[in-house]
């Protein structure tokens, strides 16, 4: 069984209180214990990051680009080693805990070779005078990461902090914390001691960090409520926040969409990590001539999935990471269903007798679903998706934007300016066109964030290196 402490100045630290980490697919399994912090030993790790600040923001940044391009490779070699024990701790696949660490290697390169142009300062100079405008370090920065993607969405915030010369100090999900935590361990042991600390703990420990005195940025990915508590307690020390938060994330479809190409995406935009992503697929806006055809051969493709534990062969759907969440997500059908809409559920059990141990959902479609109806309202942020039947692009550009979400969209469709103009349209802070997510070149240069209630700032590319940092202007008076 697996025993994580805290990580502070790059010691491991024990508490008196270790919790129970159980597996979402076997209720009685348990995976691991996990140590849980109190205020005190946050403001250990506070306090360890604020030291190794002021040495730290003085590295020149070759050296910090090169120890983060260290880090990326021991991430590359060391993730496909915890990808079981992610798989038993959080419920996704196997495949897909190694392929987030191959992608999240990939996000730690991408910013340590933006950041030269990026922390460029900026010179300019007159006959009276000279201008040099520096990007500095804001200093300790608090990320807190939620558990469904964790090792991906922990090294957009630790890489753009790093390289611009901030500590650290993380506190991840305590449902998927195992595993990234013995991966942070071997990244830190790269750097000089108190650059990164890891905590971890509930609500208790989140407070004492989101509120501490030395903390100067807090980064959270997860859910609005939460940030809402976290911009509250900021604003009596004047915190900077950056908030990935869900969505709501509408797909339109054409009328001239190429559905042999549209549909398989679709279907793993909307149900990869049985979807618990914050930017799946959550409503479908299709043509209605496109409407019948596109239903059954959507749910042909969807009944292929093989819902079961991680660990077991053949199994290419796993379960809900939580209780609440997958209670969430039946009551949704079921309220569906009472309201007179047809859920269809889909997908074979792979092991049927085993079924009830785990937090287990059958994928589930609901065709010509009511456009004001609460699934399609509401983020499900499990494997159920509604489809809407739309007449004209107007009436559907205007349901994706009736929403307080705004994080990602997508638009299908053969004409690929017709689909631009449309997403020009779109109230998100990301469009995909013919894909449900971002290309190898976009993962490096697009902001990814959201508008309205998705989020506070972005992260990756050029743009999320700009959230880790304050500006110095030094105007010399010839």
């Known amino acids: ?7 502070i100045d790059n010691r491991d630290v024990a508490t008196e209180d270790y919790l129970e980490v159980r597996d979402p697919g076997r209720h009685d399994d348990v995976v691991g214990l996990l ?4 205020p005190a030993h946050v403001d250990q790790a506070v306090r360890a990051a604020h030291r190794a600040f002021a040495g730290w923001r003085r ?5 910090r680009q090169a120890l983060l391009l260290q880090a990326a490779d021991v991430l590359a070699a060391e993730g496909p080693k915890v990808a079981e024990l992610m798989a038993r701790e959080s419920g996704m696949p196997v495949a897909t805990n190694a392929a987030e660490a191959s992608m999240a290697a990939a996000v730690i390169r991408d910013n340590a070779e933006l950041a ?5 300062p900026l010179e300019v100079e007159d006959e009276a005078s000279a201008v040099i405008v520096e990007k500095v370090p804001v200093g300790v920065v608090a990320g807190i990461v939620p558990w469904n993607a964790p090792i991906i969405l922990t090294m957009r915030k630790l890489a753009p902090a790093l390289v611009c010369g901030n500590t650290l100090v993380l506190k991840p999900a305590p449902s998927a914390a195992l595993g990234l935590s013995a991966l942070l361990a071997r990244i830190a042991a790269l750097f000089p001691p108190g650059v990164i600390n890891v905590v971890h703990g509930g609500a208790e420990a989140g407070q004492a960090l989101t509120t501490h005195p030395l903390v100067r940025k807090v980064s959270f990915t997860g859910g609005g409520a939460v940030a809402r508590s976290i911009m509250k307690a900021a604003a009596d020390t004047l915190k900077g ?15 001239d969409a ?11 935009g909307a149900f990869r990590r049985a979807g618990q992503f914050c930017f799946a697929v959550k409503r479908i806006y299709v043509h209605t001539s496109l409407h019948d055809a596109f239903v059954e051969r959507f749910c042909a493709e969807v009944d292929r999935f093989t819902v079961g534990h991680p660990l077991q062969a053949g199994v290419t759907l796993g379960p809900m990471n939580n209780e609440a969440q997958y209670r969430y997500v039946g009551q949704l059908a079921e309220r569906a269903r009472a309201a007179g809409a047809e859920v269809r559920v889909l997908g074979t059990r792979a092991d049927p007798e085993g ?6 959902l059958q994928p589930m479609v609901v065709p010509d679903a009511d456009p004001d109806s609460e699934l399609v309202r509401e983020e499900q942020f499990g494997p159920i998706v509604p489809i809407v039947r739309f007449d004209d692009v107007e009436q559907a550009v205007a349901w994706a934007n009736d929403s307080e979400l705004g994080l990602a969209s997508s638009v299908w469709s053969r ?11 779109i109230e998100a802070g990301m469009t995909f066109i013919n894909n449900a997510g971002t290309s190898r070149l976009g993962q490096r240069h697009s902001p990814f964030g959201g508008v309205k209630q998705s989020g506070i700032g972005r992260e990756s590319s050029e743009v999320g290196l700009g959230e880790y940092v304050e500006y110095h202007a030094i105007n010399v008076h010839k």
């Open 1 to 7: 069984m697996h025993k994580t402490h805290l990580l």
């Open 241 to 255: 926040v950056q908030f990935e938060l869900g969505g709501n994330d509408p797909a339109i479809v054409l009328a």
């Open 415 to 425: 004409d690929e300016a017709a689909a631009v103009a449309v997403a020009r349209r």
């Open 35 to 38: 140590a849980q912090a109190t």
């Open 116 to 120: 030269p142009e990026a922390l460029r």
């Open 258 to 268: 190429d559905l042999d190409q549209a549909i398989p995406r679709i279907v793993g």
């Open 355 to 360: 079924w009830s141990q785990g937090w287990y």
């Open 59 to 63: 590295v020149p940044l070759a050296e």
